[in-house]
Nanobody, 123 residues
Framework: VQLQASGGGLVQAGASLRLSCSAS????????MAWFRQAPGHEREFVAG????????NYGDSAKGRFTISRDNAKNTVSLQMNSLKPEDTAVYYC?????????????????WGQGTQVTVSS
């Protein structure tokens, strides 16, 4: 599975941004999808995950109530709607796919990764 993330940019605090990830080269409905992020000097952090058909989602503490993950299996895409952005949301955001049979929050359990898209939130 090849993943291509897009949609990052520079925004002001309080703004919204929508990230997209396009998948190719595999059967999209066989993988669970997630977004992770990594800020300079920090470990990669789980942001949000979604099950194969979208029935189950989970969020990292920093994303709860502000971010929404969704997927469109007809278009082989997963999206992350980010609202009320804060400067501490500044990071490179990665989409990832896993063949695990559960929705993992551990980056080591993800098999495929996109190239990352930079999100910068100014105060």
């Amino acid at each position: 599975v090849q993943l291509q993330a897009s949609g990052g940019g520079l925004v002001q605090a309080g703004a919204s941004l929508r990230l997209s990830c396009s998948a190719s080269g595999g059967t999209f409905t066989q993988v669970r999808m997630a977004w992770f992020r990594q800020a300079p000097g920090h470990e990669r952090e789980f942001v949000a995950g979604i099950s194969r058909f979208g029935g189950t989602t989970n969020y990292g503490d920093s994303a709860k109530g502000r971010f929404t993950i969704s997927r469109d299996n007809a278009k082989n895409t997963v999206s992350l709607q980010m609202n009320s952005l804060k400067p501490e949301d500044t990071a490179v955001y990665y989409c990832a796919a896993t063949n695990m049979v559960y929705l993992s929050t551990r980056d080591t359990e993800y098999d495929y990764w996109g190239q990352g898209t930079q999100v910068t939130v100014s105060s």
